[in-house]
């Protein structure tokens, strides 16, 4: 009922019930995850109702500092390498094949875009981004 109350829809609120009671089971072991492959952390983690692989990508290179992954399908991503580059990429598996350059720090180089993204729209924290120089 919390979760609601922060505005969190009938649905997230489900895919959170469902993975908490996972969690509680023993039927998703979260925190073996910071010492599972990439591959398998993220089948491991789209498994779960509700967690697709974008929210699981995001996860690992967030959440567990993974180093070399690209969040498949980020607007942000392709946005901002469109204006890094000054084209257009007319899928995502473009931006998948552009970003082969970057292995094996592809997490650094999204972060860095997505930052240029912001960035161009006056939505960068000029506070945060001092902090990490």
């Not at 019930?17 to 998703?28: E, I, K, N, Y």
């Not at 094949?97 to 875009?113: D, G």
């Not at 912001?118 to 990490?132: F, I, K, T, Y």
């Amino acid at each position: 009922v919390q979760t609601r109350a922060c505005g969190v829809s009938r649905q997230k609120h489900r895919y959170l019930h469902q993975l908490a009671d996972d969690v509680f089971q023993g039927r998703f072991q979260l925190h073996r995850l910071a010492e599972t492959p990439d591959q398998q952390a993220l089948c491991q983690l789209t498994a779960r109702l509700g967690i697709g692989r974008w929210s699981a990508e995001v996860y690992l290179m967030s959440a567990l500092d993974r180093p070399d992954i690209l969040p498949f399908g980020d607007l942000g991503l392709l946005k901002g390498l469109e204006e890094l580059d000054g084209g257009q990429y007319e899928s995502f598996e473009a931006v998948v094949e552009r970003a082969k350059q970057w292995r094996p720090y592809r997490s650094t180089a999204t972060r860095l875009v997505w930052a240029l993204y912001l960035d161009n729209r006056g939505l960068l924290n000029p506070m945060a981004a001092s902090s990490v120089t």
